[in-house]
């Protein structure tokens, strides 16, 4: 076992903002400099935290309630960061997620509307006060997320545009509250250009060499 611990990345932004591309980007990128690195993904990662995310999204689950939703998907980040973002990072081994905290905060904060304060201190029971070292949140118009995304929808979704509109600015209010890991990420620049930009701040923060 390495003697320090992982690294902990998170990627965060709108449905169909590219933060998935950057994501296995990143994770190759990584491993191929040796810094040995796994990637997770929300909700979901474990058994139990994938068949929480099979409810969270399926498209004809219309009736879950706000806070109903908030729970699950900090049940199904409990699991996830309990039975594998820890052990890995313990064991030395960097992790890079596909959402955490910051997207309760921004979708059950900012778009349904459920007290941050009150989520924050959920996920910090949640996630045993673990947090990232740095957050790259990808920005892009909500338009263009969902010119971006494929024609079948999951639940959240299908909420449309307007929920998009409240997260992203949910987002904006987080990274002004949590400025010294939060990095703000033009999403509308090439896929490469996207990346290049996170190794550069990856390197000045001394996560990656």
Not at 17 to 40: D, F, P, W, Y
Not at 147 to 160: L, N
Request: with cysteine.
């Amino acid at each position: 076992m390495s003697s320090s611990k992982g690294k902990f990345i998170t990627f965060e932004g709108i449905d169909g903002c590219g933060k998935s591309t950057q994501v296995k980007m990143l994770v190759e990128a990584m491993n191929r400099s040796e810094q040995k690195t796994i990637s997770v993904r929300e909700p979901g990662g474990t058994v139990i935290s994938e068949k929480i995310r099979d409810i969270l999204l399926h498209s004809h689950l219309q009736d879950i309630c706000d806070r109903t939703e908030a729970l699950l998907m900090t049940g199904s980040r409990a699991q996830l960061t309990y039975e594998l973002i820890l052990p890995n990072l313990n064991a030395g081994i960097n992790v890079i997620a596909d959402r955490y905290i910051d997207s309760t905060l921004a979708y059950q904060g900012g778009g349904r509307k459920i007290d941050i304060d009150w989520l924050i201190k959920l996920n910090q029971f949640a996630t045993y006060d673990l947090e990232p070292e740095v957050t790259f949140f990808i920005d892009v118009l909500p338009e263009e997320a969902t010119r971006r995304k494929s024609k079948e929808k999951d639940r959240i979704e299908r909420a449309g545009i307007e929920l998009q509109t409240s997260v992203r600015k949910a987002y904006y209010e987080l990274s002004n509250r949590f400025q010294e890991r939060f990095v703000l990420i033009d999403g509308h620049d090439s896929i490469d250009d996207i990346h290049d930009s996170i190794l550069a701040e990856l390197r000045r923060r001394k996560l990656f060499s």
